[in-house]
């Protein structure tokens, strides 16, 4: 897989997320040292890639003069860290990849209130009915499909249609992402555990191509090894930015479930502030940065995920957000991640 894929989350360290037992072993300074550097420091604890938030962290800092001490891993690891470390930890902030993960956190009671003119900024279904996190980019589940292999009236209606027989070897699935937990435990919130259970006993019935990342699916899919793939929107943007075209030219084209079908969630990253910065002018001015017009800009036409605030076009290949036929489920409800782990490793969708 190319480099410029974003990270996945191993079911293991996902275990560990809930469970509180994970150490993160990912760089950034501690704040501890930052009286050497003056006061108008923060230190961000990001479960977003180095790669993809850096240059937003280096135009926060000329702009403001706040020295960001980012510390990075996963999203999964950074939250178990967290939770381990609680009134000790460093941190000024965690900018996490998935809603889950910052409830979790948010569940120990580390989250400070962020402002309402902060949170009103975004709708309702992407932030925490607390106010203690907030979306700051989204992104849909989507089926990523092969126009020669399947054509377009031959697209499920549902992603519970993809257990039928006729979907047998041609579906591609990385059930070792963040992503696809979060999905299945949509399922679990929306459903029942039942219907989720059901679901993934069909799917390993249809013998699955398994692959490790979003990424590589489109790029199977796209050059015709697979049918299609249930994958993140955002990923035909990366693989078409790597292959130094646009996505209306790849092969490969996203079919989003209509009808609030749990297969079209819309999940959010986003960013809490911990209680030791709750008071902190530098950290708030971070997070209304991340909300700000030029930041969402960023998020849309370098990550081609959909910016959160009114006002800024998302990807023009996908519908705008607004648009989208989303399931009824509360992001704030996608903390049980140890329950969903624990469900797809019972499947056998993964050795």
């Given at each position: 897989?190319?480099?410029?894929?974003?990270?996945t989350s191993a079911l293991l360290t996902?275990?560990?997320?809930?469970?509180?037992?994970?150490?993160?072993?990912?760089?950034?300074?501690?704040?501890?040292?930052?009286?050497?550097?003056?006061?108008?420091?923060?230190?961000?604890?990001?479960?977003?890639?180095?790669?993809?938030?850096?240059?937003?962290?280096?135009?926060?800092?000329?702009?403001?003069?706040?020295?960001?001490?980012?510390?990075?891993?996963?999203?999964?690891?950074?939250?178990?860290?967290?939770?381990?470390?609680?009134?000790?930890?460093?941190?000024?902030?965690?900018?996490?990849?998935?809603?889950?993960?910052?409830?979790?956190?948010?569940?120990?009671?580390?989250?400070?209130?962020?402002?309402?003119?902060?949170?009103?900024?975004?709708?309702?279904?992407?932030?925490?009915?607390?106010?203690?996190?907030?979306?700051?980019?989204?992104?849909?589940?989507?089926?990523?499909?092969?126009?020669?292999?399947?054509?377009?009236?031959?697209?499920?209606?549902?992603?519970?249609?993809?257990?039928?027989?006729?979907?047998?070897?041609?579906?591609?699935?990385?059930?070792?992402?963040?992503?696809?937990?979060?999905?299945?435990?949509?399922?679990?919130?929306?459903?029942?555990?039942?219907?989720?259970?059901?679901?993934?006993?069909?799917?390993?019935?249809?013998?699955?191509?398994?692959?490790?990342?979003?990424?590589?699916?489109?790029?199977?899919?796209?050059?015709?090894?697979?049918?299609?793939?249930?994958?993140?929107?955002?990923?035909?943007?990366?693989?078409?930015?790597?292959?130094?075209?646009?996505?209306?030219?790849?092969?490969?084209?996203?079919?989003?479930?209509?009808?609030?079908?749990?297969?079209?969630?819309?999940?959010?990253?986003?960013?809490?502030?911990?209680?030791?910065?709750?008071?902190?002018?530098?950290?708030?001015?971070?997070?209304?940065?991340?909300?700000?017009?030029e930041s969402q800009a960023y998020f849309?036409?370098?990550?081609?995920?959909?910016?959160?605030?009114?006002?800024?076009?998302?990807?023009?290949?996908?519908?705008?957000?607004?648009?989208?036929?989303?399931?009824?489920?509360?992001?704030?409800?996608?903390?049980?991640?140890?329950?969903?782990?624990?469900?797809?490793?019972?499947?056998?969708?993964?050795?």
């Amino acid at each position: 897989m190319p480099v410029t894929h974003r990270a996945t989350s191993a079911l293991l360290t996902a275990s560990l997320l809930v469970l509180g037992l994970a150490a993160c072993g990912s760089g950034g300074d501690e704040k501890a040292g930052s009286d050497e550097q003056g006061d108008k420091q923060i230190t961000v604890y990001s479960g977003r890639s180095e790669k993809l938030v850096e240059p937003l962290l280096e135009k926060f800092t000329a702009q403001t003069g706040i020295t960001v001490q980012p510390r990075y891993a996963s999203t999964a690891q950074l939250a178990a860290q967290l939770v381990e470390e609680g009134d000790r930890s460093p941190a000024d902030v965690f900018f996490a990849q998935d809603a889950g993960a910052l409830g979790t956190v948010a569940k120990r009671g580390m989250f400070s209130t962020l402002p309402e003119a902060t949170t009103s900024q975004v709708p309702q279904t992407y932030r925490a009915g607390t106010g203690q996190w907030v979306g700051v980019s989204a992104r849909a589940r989507v089926l990523v499909h092969n126009p020669d292999l399947v054509p377009t009236d031959q697209l499920p209606k549902s992603v519970f249609d993809l257990v039928d027989p006729a979907w047998k070897g041609k579906v591609a699935l990385a059930p070792t992402n963040a992503s696809f937990q979060a999905f299945v435990t949509a399922i679990r919130v929306q459903h029942g555990d039942a219907r989720a259970e059901e679901f993934l006993a069909g799917l390993r019935a249809n013998d699955p191509q398994i692959r490790d990342g979003n990424g590589k699916i489109v790029e199977d899919v796209n050059s015709g090894i697979v049918a299609v793939g249930l994958v993140n929107h955002y990923y035909l943007g990366e693989i078409a930015k790597e292959q130094g075209t646009t996505p209306e030219e790849l092969k490969a084209k996203v079919h989003f479930f209509p009808g609030g079908d749990t297969g079209a969630l819309v999940n959010v990253a986003g960013v809490g502030v911990l209680n030791r910065a709750a008071s902190d002018p530098d950290v708030q001015r971070f997070v209304d940065f991340l909300l700000s017009a030029e930041s969402q800009a960023y998020f849309a036409e370098q990550t081609f995920e959909y910016p959160v605030i009114s006002g800024v076009p998302g990807p023009a290949y996908v519908p705008p957000l607004a648009d989208l036929s989303v399931p009824e489920v509360d992001l704030n409800d996608l903390d049980t991640l140890d329950a969903t782990v624990t469900m797809i490793k019972n499947s056998g969708l993964v050795p």
